[in-house]
């Protein structure tokens, strides 16, 4: 069955550091989302992307915030000086047609520690 | 602004119950929502998904109940197996926008 795999699974880095988070969404798909989770809280919407550019963004999805889809197979998440605050689970989602609103694939997310 | 923290209202029952898990949603633009499982470690999946053109939806153990008047949308499992203890999320989402907005979630724990 196809996935979404993302890598790391884990990473620390210092306050400060810059992050490259990867993604491999599913291959038919479209539309490319990032979401991120708080330890015990809810799961937030950063950003979506489709055709090569930013659909929609979320408040959190600042200027330290980039993301690229750099081939044809891999969707990136950038944090350009972390913060303290940045600490979360990062998730990476795709969906084949904008239509399939409910079809969201989720990969199993990448943990971000900032010391 | 909301800050569940560790505090996730959290549902216990035991193997065979039938188990309701409630959720509240923001937006009364919405048209379309979704119930996802989130095991310890893992990401979301989508279990079921209802339209508002509904107001009752079911899957295979599972029956989604949407109540628009009151913003209210509510998940139930039949006959709850150990195996279902994960969070439970509601998201929504409004046509034309690709973004799912989710809730805060709901931990369901299963006793054998």
């Known amino acids: 069955e196809p996935e979404v795999t993302q890598t790391p699974s884990h990473q620390v880095t210092q306050m400060g550091q810059e992050v490259i988070l990867r993604c491999v969404p599913i291959?038919?798909?479209?539309?490319f989302y990032w979401y991120r989770q708080i330890l015990g809280q809810k799961v937030e919407f950063l950003v979506s992307?489709?055709?090569?550019?930013?659909?929609?963004k979320s408040e959190i999805f600042d200027d330290q915030f980039s993301v690229e889809r750099p081939d044809g197979s891999n969707f990136t998440l950038k944090i350009r000086s972390t913060k303290l605050e940045d600490s979360a689970m990062y998730f990476c989602a795709s969906r084949a047609r904008l239509a399939d609103t409910g079809e969201l694939f989720f990969g199993e997310g990448s943990r971000l520690t900032v010391l | 602004g909301e800050n569940v923290g560790l505090h996730l209202p959290t549902l216990s029952v035991q193997e065979g119950d039938n188990s309701i898990i409630n959720c509240a949603y923001s937006n009364s633009a919405s048209d379309y929502f979704i119930w996802y499982k989130q095991e310890s470690g893992k990401g979301p999946q989508f279990i079921i998904d209802i339209r508002s053109n509904m107001d009752k939806r079911q899957g295979q153990r599972v029956t989604v109940l949407l109540n628009k008047t009151v913003k209210h949308l509510s998940l139930q499992i039949a006959a709850t197996q150990p195996g279902d203890s994960a969070v439970y999320f509601c998201a929504e989402n409004t046509s034309g926008y690709s973004t799912l907005t989710f809730g805060k979630g709901t931990m369901l724990l299963v006793s054998p």
């Open positions: 291959s038919n798909h479209l539309y």
């Open positions: 992307f489709y055709n090569n550019e930013i659909s929609e």
